[in-house]
């Protein structure tokens, strides 16, 4: 006759080997910034003081407002002789998007992580003969606990005829993340059959 002891281990053991099966689902986040200031040299860029105005999850409402703030610090130069025409920065730094718990966004990091790649600083030649400057870059790190991988953009104002001085304003910003997440339906339905397995399990005992 079979233990409970050792029904208990298959069934840990069936478990184990369901979950990897399991479907999974990418769910992305959008997190958009405006303002703040974008300084620096060619030891890397610094965004402070930007504000964090929309949040859109996927399958919620987009929620809007003064929600928190947005930041990073790239890695330094490593291509290009001055940033007034562009550049590509290390990878490295630091990237942090913060709720202020505002129309139901935590209070707290809701990301932190870093540039995964090279940061791409690009010149932007406007008809008139004004310029302005974008910034590129792909992301890893965390949020809520779940690791996750994203790309940022963000376009500064427009410097008129001027080029790039070492401080700059942020016109707007936008950057998505995207981590895997199990189904919410694989998740039930492992559960069910857990639990319907159990149930056989204990009648089959006490038969």
């Known amino acids: ?16 080997l369901m979950i990897p099966a399991a479907s999974f689902a990418d769910s992305s986040v959008d997190f958009s910034n405006i303002g703040g200031t974008l300084a620096g040299s060619s030891s890397g860029l610094t965004l402070s003081g930007s504000t964090l105005i929309a949040i859109i ?3 919620s409402p987009k929620i809007t407002g003064d929600l928190g703030t947005v930041a990073f610090s790239t890695g330094a130069l490593t291509s290009g002789s001055s940033l007034t025409n562009g550049g590509t920065f290390a990878a490295g730094g630091t990237f942090t998007v913060t709720g202020n718990g505002t129309n139901g966004v935590p209070s707290g990091t809701l ?5 995964s790649g090279p940061v791409t600083w690009s010149l932007v030649n406007l008809e008139n003969g004004t310029h302005s400057y974008t910034l590129t870059g792909t ?3 965390t949020a809520q606990g779940v690791s996750v991988s994203g790309v940022t953009v963000q376009l500064t104002i427009n410097t008129g005829k001027n080029y790039f001085n070492g401080s700059t304003m942020i016109s707007g910003g936008d950057t998505t ?5 199990p189904e919410p339906s694989t998740v039930a339905m492992l559960g069910t059959g857990l639990l319907g397995l159990a149930g056989m399990v204990r009648r089959k005992l006490h038969s």
């Open 1 to 16: 006759m079979v233990s409970v002891r050792t029904l208990t281990v298959l069934l840990i053991a069936l478990a184990c």
């Open 57 to 59: 999850a996927e399958g």
């Open 111 to 115: 990301f932190s992580g870093s540039f």
């Open 139 to 141: 992301l890893t790190g």
């Open 177 to 181: 993340i995207v981590g895997s997440v």
